[in-house]
């Protein structure tokens, strides 16, 4: 029947409304609504006298599309509306008033702003020692059961994020390295203490800068990875894919990822170490006359094994920090393809940051301990 239909059109510059304006026909007076061609001018009656039937829905609607042309500059006039149906819109058009008002009326001090963040901080830590939890259970099993890793899956990924990784890495470290002796070489040819360059390079590549340098290219290249990976694959609905197979998205991620990268980033501190100390040797040879005999015998006396070891050692945990917050940041991501940059950002951010910090209290601990 004609009276259980809605409709909206515009003729000789009226808008015409007729029909059942109730919730069951809401949807296609929207779609009407949207391929509407206003008319031109600031004012625009809207004939109200066949519409038989309206509710809350209906009437919230015909006050959108009222606000709507009155933000557009165009007054429009409601004729022929039924008084029932005005005592509705009426009462409508109060309680979003209120509605308004309240809203407006309560400003946001600092002392609820912070009570905002610290809230909001504080569910993050929950979440985030959750997620150790998670991992350090699902690590506990595999090293117990070394058939739950994905071994091709590690694989993979140690081809990807490390020998992929060595253009770079050992590109950067040579240079820090041939940096390093250069600023070195102004200073010591000063004394004639020429040969301690070999002492200023080696201890300081081998103990700190070299892990460290490694550790911020994986977190930049690696971390980030890793973040969008996840996060897209949550923003796609994989993961809830993968859940309803019954896989566990923590051993088929987050393990392989982690694991991977903890023989990946030791290795890649290795070869950044001979790169670095080359890059210094050849600077030595060059501005202080310090042969490569020389450099090397000098290195074997005053390097102790001990600053290799100190350097290795702090990389499987730097690999274990950054893993694990890429990882955890792609989980966190709930929006689309905007919240996957920006926890992509926030992984390699704190990526880094907690790479120095442990490698600051690496360095505290191992002056106590006279290492």
């Known amino acids: 029947m004609a009276g259980e239909q809605a409709s909206i059109d515009i003729g000789d510059n009226v808008i015409r409304c007729r029909g059942r304006w109730t919730l069951q026909n809401l949807a296609d007076l929207e779609q009407q609504v949207v391929a509407l061609h206003w008319p031109e001018g600031a004012g625009a009656p809207c004939d109200m006298s066949q519409v038989t039937a309206m509710d ?36 409508i058009d109060g309680q979003i008033r209120r509605v308004d008002a309240g809203a407006a009326a309560v400003p946001v001090g600092w002392l609820a702003r912070l009570g905002q963040t610290l809230w909001t901080q504080w569910e993050s830590g929950l979440r985030g020692v959750a997620f150790l939890g998670e991992s350090a259970v699902t690590f506990t099993h595999a090293f117990r059961h070394p058939r739950y890793i994905r071994w091709r899956s590690l694989l993979r990924i140690l081809h990807v994020d490390g020998v992929n990784a060595l253009p770079i890495t050992g590109l950067l470290t040579f240079l820090v390295g041939v940096v390093i002796a250069y600023q070195g070489a102004e200073q010591l040819r000063k004394f004639g203490t020429n040969i301690f360059i070999v002492d200023l390079v080696g201890i300081s590549l ?37 859940r309803t197979l019954g896989i566990s998205p923590m051993a088929l991620l987050v393990l392989p990822r982690t694991l991977a990268l903890m023989i990946a980033v030791p290795l890649l501190t290795v070869y950044a170490d001979v790169l670095g100390v080359f890059g210094g040797m050849l600077i030595a ?40 917050v890429g990882c955890y940041q792609g989980f966190q991501i709930r929006g689309g393809v905007d919240d996957v940059g920006r926890h992509t950002t926030i992984s390699v951010v704190q990526g880094i940051f907690l790479v120095i910090v442990f490698d600051a209290i690496c360095s505290i601990l191992l002056n106590w301990w006279d290492l």
């Open 56 to 91: 809350t829905g209906g009437a919230v609607l015909l006050q959108e599309i009222v606000a709507d042309r009155r933000r557009r500059g165009q007054q429009v006039t409601l004729r022929g509306l039924q008084e029932d149906f005005r005592v509705l819109l009426d009462r």
């Open 206 to 242: 081998l103990r700190e800068i070299a892990p460290l340098i490694v550790a911020i290219l994986i977190a930049g290249r690696s971390g980030s990875a890793y973040a969008a990976e996840i996060g897209t694959m949550k923003v796609t609905e994989e993961l809830d894919a993968v």
């Open 285 to 324: 040879s060059g501005q202080l006359n310090v042969s490569f005999t020389e450099f090397v015998s000098r290195f074997q006396e005053a390097v102790a094994v001990r600053h290799f070891l100190i350097g290795i050692g702090k990389a499987p945990f730097f690999a274990m920090l950054i893993a694990l």
